[in-house]
């Protein structure tokens, strides 16, 4: 059974970096398509970016594009999410998900995810 867990979340000053990551056991995450989706209280989930099962192909929400890179590190069965020029309006709980059927930024299509880390942007 496939298990996630982010890493990587704290506070960051306006402009700054973060990089997020969802390690996975129990299955070969490179198996998997992985997203990352984000939440903040009183609003849906919504998605930021995901990645295709081996890696092929990616894809972004135009509020991340050109700022957030995901990745994969399979040597460390991880996904990773780098932010850069972070603002406030990033704060968020980030999810991490995994899906073996569907690839996509909608968070149904997704079976397995993480527990969460808190990211806050804030001077």
């Known amino acids: 059974q496939l298990q996630l867990m982010e890493s990587g979340g704290g506070f960051v000053q306006p402009g700054g970096s973060l990089r997020l990551s969802c390690a996975a056991s129990?299955?070969?995450?490179?198996?998997?398509?992985v997203g990352w989706f984000r939440q903040v209280p009183g609003k849906e989930r919504e998605g930021v970016s995901c990645?295709?099962?081996?890696?092929?192909?990616?894809n972004y929400a135009g509020f991340v594009k050109g700022r957030f890179t995901i990745s994969r590190d399979n040597a460390k069965n991880t996904v990773n999410l780098q932010m850069n020029s972070l603002n406030p309006e990033d704060t968020a709980v980030y999810y991490c998900?995994?899906?073996?059927?569907?690839?996509?930024?909608?968070?149904?299509?997704?079976?397995?995810w993480g527990q969460g880390t808190q990211v806050t942007v804030s001077s």
């Open positions: 998900a995994a899906s073996l059927s569907k690839w996509s930024k909608i968070s149904s299509d997704y079976n397995y």
């Open positions: 129990g299955a070969t995450l490179d198996n998997y398509a």
């Open positions: 990645i295709t099962s081996k890696g092929g192909f990616t």
